[in-house]
């Protein structure tokens, strides 16, 4: 394409979830609501564990981180999604669409290997009770939480620097209700073989080593829950267990299902919906699971409620 007769775009119209006029008004109060149990889910489990000693354990190390990017991932977002919904003019310039991919990127890359530590976490835990203590330690913790930002930086980087690189000319119409990046490709003007290549990249090696690392934790675990002789031991074990791998299965299955599938107007429609249950159902999944299937968590909201005569 000749590119010098053409007009840059300079700002993007966002379709969103759907083009339905009577839809809009239940899907704002819909996402408003998880929204809100979302936040508020996340803020108390990140405030309970810094006010509560007994919570500073590996545990809730990686938990505190999840619901730290928990938090941020659906603030990068949502917040547009609602205004979507009762805006008539469904913009967003350029420069925010950028800074939405590289920030959307970072924290889904992240959450996916926080929950791969957390999958290591519980296999040291349940496996090895005896190590626990000397094998999770702070510094190892730290390692592991350092070691997901850095990759998050790096995969959010790459894809930033190579969206950036592409021209957008006439077509500036995202079939997304966020700048995602399969809908973006679709509009450039230039070649887009170096994104795709990063994407199928970045995405095999972020939703293939850390599923295949929580398996392998898992199927161990399974293991050791199967040989526990108390019932209730195994109960509990598996009860905690189970739900983890619930929100995981959701998490990587959803976004295997965009990163992974040929493009067309009928798959971007379906990455939509798909894409609803990695960026908003599993953040607001995550606090419930932890924390209302949780004595510890109870505990410390009681204790934190009381010490403050709420």
């Known amino acids: 394409m000749d590119l010098a007769n053409v007009s840059f775009v300079t700002e993007f119209i966002l379709v969103g979830l759907t083009n339905e006029p009577e839809l809009q008004m239940p899907l704002f109060l819909l996402f408003l609501g998880m929204y809100m149990v979302t936040v508020l889910g996340n803020l108390c489990l990140i405030i309970l564990t810094l006010l509560n000693s007994h919570l500073h354990t590996p545990m809730y190390f990686f938990l505190f981180n999840l619901s730290f990017i928990d938090l941020c991932y659906c603030s990068v977002f949502t917040p547009q999604m609602l205004m979507n919904f ?11 669409c950028m800074t939405q991919v590289y920030f959307f990127c970072f924290f889904v890359v992240s ?13 040291m835990a349940i496996c090895n009770p005896l190590l626990y203590n000397v094998v999770m330690s702070p510094k190892l913790c730290l390692i592991l939480m ?3 930002y850095f990759i998050a930086f790096s995969n959010a980087i790459a894809h930033t620097v190579c969206m950036l690189r592409l021209s957008f000319c006439d077509a500036n119409t995202i079939n997304h209700y966020f700048c995602d990046i399969p809908p973006l490709l679709e509009l450039s003007c230039t070649s887009t073989y170096a994104n795709n290549l990063v994407i199928y990249v970045a995405a095999s090696v972020n939703i293939i080593v850390p ?10 675990i399974l293991s050791s829950i199967i040989g526990i002789t108390s019932s209730e031991g195994r109960s509990k074990a598996f009860s905690t267990c189970s739900s983890h791998f619930i929100a995981v299965f959701l998490f990587f ?9 040929p493009s067309s107007a009928g798959s971007m429609n379906e990455g939509k919906i798909s894409s609803v249950f990695y960026t908003n159902v599993v953040p607001m999944m995550n606090p419930l699971i932890y924390s209302l299937r949780n004595k510890d968590i109870k505990v410390a909201l009681r204790k934190t409620l009381t010490s403050r005569n709420f």
Do not use: H
Not at 87 to 95: A, D, F, G, P, Q
Not at 253 to 261: C, E, I, T, W
């Open 211 to 220: 599923t295949s690392t929580i398996f392998i934790s898992y199927g161990f």
């Open 86 to 96: 009762v805006l008539r003019e469904k913009v967003i310039s350029y420069m925010e």
């Open 146 to 148: 350092f070691g997901s």
């Open 253 to 261: 299955g959803s976004g295997a299902l965009v990163y992974f599938k």
């Open 111 to 123: 959450e996916c290997y926080v929950l791969t530590s957390m999958a290591c976490d519980r296999y």
